[in-house]
């Protein structure tokens, strides 16, 4: 089992859905959490990072859940630019960062 | 500031030939880490340093070696190429890890190895 997992996709959707993407982490130790966006080809850059409490960023949520180790990333109003993949990222313990596989999102007119 | 850069961004060797992945970053951050990307695999942890000096292994360390001599510069060293390091290769650079501290990473070096 992978230490973090994503929705495989992808999402392909309609402008103007609202999409959600889930992740779940299996290392309970898990200090700090984010999403990263990654456009093909390209390097990844943060979206957002993710907090107890939940954060809101514009049309992205994302909310965290350590009782059962889950992380999600609401997207409202889907814009065609917002297609690409999406990386969630967990900062183990120690220093260390691993990514979820990536979870693909395609927006289309 | 030029962020994160990386040179080569293409890269073909032969079996066995040995290089180096160059990183630079002029932001001053004292974390760097190195990261292959494979087709379904995510981005995996292959070194990290925590500051001048110190290095530490990731996920996939096996076949590679690391240096921090600087703060700026961490370069990742093929030891004997092998067909499964063919891959796109990401170095990456923040303060720390905590919650907020954003990782830039550098444009990747795409590697094949024949």
């Known amino acids: 089992r992978k230490e973090v997992e994503q929705d495989p996709g992808p999402f392909n959707v309609p402008e103007g859905a609202t999409v959600a993407f889930n992740c779940t982490y299996s290392?309970?130790?898990?200090?700090?959490f984010f999403w990263y966006r990654q456009d093909c080809r390209k390097e990844p850059k943060l979206l957002m990072s993710v907090y107890s409490s939940g954060n809101e960023d514009g049309r992205f949520t994302a909310q965290l859940n350590r009782a059962s180790q889950y992380i999600s990333l609401l997207i409202r109003d889907s814009k065609l630019s917002d297609s690409a993949t999406y990386l969630c990222?967990?900062?183990?313990?120690?220093?260390?960062?691993?990514f979820g596989q990536g979870t693909e999102l395609s927006v289309k007119p | 500031n030029a962020g994160v850069t990386q040179t080569p961004k293409f890269q073909v060797l032969k079996t066995g030939q040995s290089m180096t992945l160059q990183c630079a970053q002029d932001m001053n951050h004292e974390y760097m880490s190195w990261y292959r990307q494979d087709p379904g695999m995510g981005l995996r942890l292959i070194h990290y340093s925590v500051g001048a000096g110190i290095t530490d292994q990731g996920e996939v360390p096996n076949g590679y070696n690391v240096s921090r001599s600087t703060t700026e510069d961490f370069p990742l060293r093929l030891l004997s190429a092998a067909p499964s390091q063919t891959s796109v290769y990401f170095c990456a650079s923040s303060t720390g890890l905590a919650g907020g501290d954003t990782q830039y990473f550098g444009p990747g070096t795409r590697l094949t190895v024949l």
């Open positions: 990222v967990v900062n183990r313990q120690g220093g260390k960062l691993i």
């Open positions: 290392n309970s130790a898990s200090q700090s």
